[in-house]
Nanobody
């Protein structure tokens, strides 16, 4: 069965960095786009970043553009999110999601599997 297991969350100071990882199994990882989605306390789900199945195209929400970098290693079935210059408003539960297609979208209905999430807290 499909499994997405996130890791790398934790507590960071404003201006700090964290690197999230998502280990995927149970499907042909290299055929599908992946995205990161987050949910801040008391708020709805927010698409953060996505990349194509081959990693050739990426995009970011305006709120993280220039600070976050998404990447993938298809040999390791893993997707990453490098988060730099963290802000308190980045505090959220971060989910790794599998797209239904080789390309990503910002429509959360286009994602059929989600991990359990990893908590990121940015605070001094």
């Amino acid at each position: 069965q499909v499994q997405l297991v996130e890791s790398g969350g934790g507590l960071a100071q404003p201006g700090g960095s964290l690197r999230l990882s998502c280990a995927a199994s149970g499907f042909t990882f290299s055929r599908y786009a992946m995205s990161w989605v987050r949910q801040a306390p008391g708020k709805g789900l927010e698409w953060v970043s996505g990349l194509y199945s081959d990693g050739s195209d990426t995009d970011y929400a305006d709120s993280v553009k220039g600070r976050f970098t998404i990447s993938r290693d298809n040999a390791k079935n893993t997707v990453y999110l490098q988060m730099n210059s963290l802000k308190p408003e980045d505090t959220a539960l971060y989910y790794c999601t599998k797209a239904r297609y080789y390309y990503y979208t910002e429509d959360l209905n286009d994602y059929d599997y989600w991990g359990q999430g990893t908590q990121v807290t940015v605070s001094s």
